[in-house]
């Protein structure tokens, strides 16, 4: 089974309809983290978590909120949904220990399509 | 700030070339450089990573990259390729600071070809 699962793996939806992506790990880290990929843009950073009582801005959360339910638990929703922010996201999880030098673990995307 | 360039967004090679993917990177502070790669439909996955010491860092599947402070580069390589090396390679740098930041460069795609 894999580490770190996203739900659901493929979505197609319309604009202004509120939207849940789900990400689960089973590897015991306590840092999660969430990405948006584009075709030539590389991946940028939305929300991560280091704990479940920790949230913080990545440098593209306008328009995104997060919920740590729990440890192994981090969800990505988009409020009102928006044609620009069809993409591809990736849910990541990190060990606590020396920040800088953590190996993330990514899950493997949801393919998200707003129209 | 910290920023990084990789290059070339595509390099098209044919089956046990050598390869050498580039990427610059650009911090104020000491960095920690990575080097992900993405196979098809599917999420990214370390290949190796720069941390101290040795400025040759070897990976998995036969991939080495070297840091080279000066050039501000951290280039990736493999002697020779096969076709299931076909893929995207991000190249991504961290700064340091009590927040961990991962900064990812906009990726290359090697296509490996018969």
């Known amino acids: 089974d894999a580490d770190v699962t996203q739900t659901p793996r493929n979505r197609i939806t319309k604009t202004g309809k509120r939207i849940m992506l789900e990400c689960s790990q089973t590897?015991?880290?306590?840092?999660m983290y969430w990405y948006r990929q584009d075709p030539g843009l590389g991946l940028r950073l939305i929300y991560y978590s280091f704990d479940v009582k920790d949230i913080n801005k990545g440098e593209i959360s306008d328009g995104y909120s997060v919920s740590r339910q729990a440890q192994a638990k981090f969800s990505l929703s988009l409020e009102s949904a928006i044609p620009n922010q069809t993409a591809l996201y990736f849910c990541a999880t990190s060990e606590t220990g020396t920040s800088m030098t953590d190996t993330q673990y990514f899950g493997p995307g949801t393919r998200l399509t707003v129209l | 700030a910290q920023s990084v360039t990789q290059l070339d967004s595509q390099v098209p090679v044919f089956e046990e070339a050598p390869v050498e993917l580039r990427c610059n990177y650009s911090s104020s502070v000491s960095v920690y450089l990575f080097w992900y790669v993405q196979y098809p439909n599917q999420g990214l996955q370390l290949l190796l990573k720069y941390l101290s010491g040795s400025t040759l860092v070897k990976g998995i599947n036969g991939f080495e990259a070297e840091f080279n402070k000066s050039q501000t580069s951290f280039h990736l390589r493999k002697p020779s390729v096969h076709i299931s090396d076909t893929a995207e390679y991000f190249c991504?740098?961290?700064?340091?600071?009590?927040?961990?930041?991962?900064?990812f460069g906009k990726g290359t795609l090697l296509t490996v070809n018969p």
């Open positions: 991504a740098v961290s700064g340091g600071g009590s927040n961990y930041k991962l900064t």
């Open positions: 590897k015991g880290h306590d840092r």
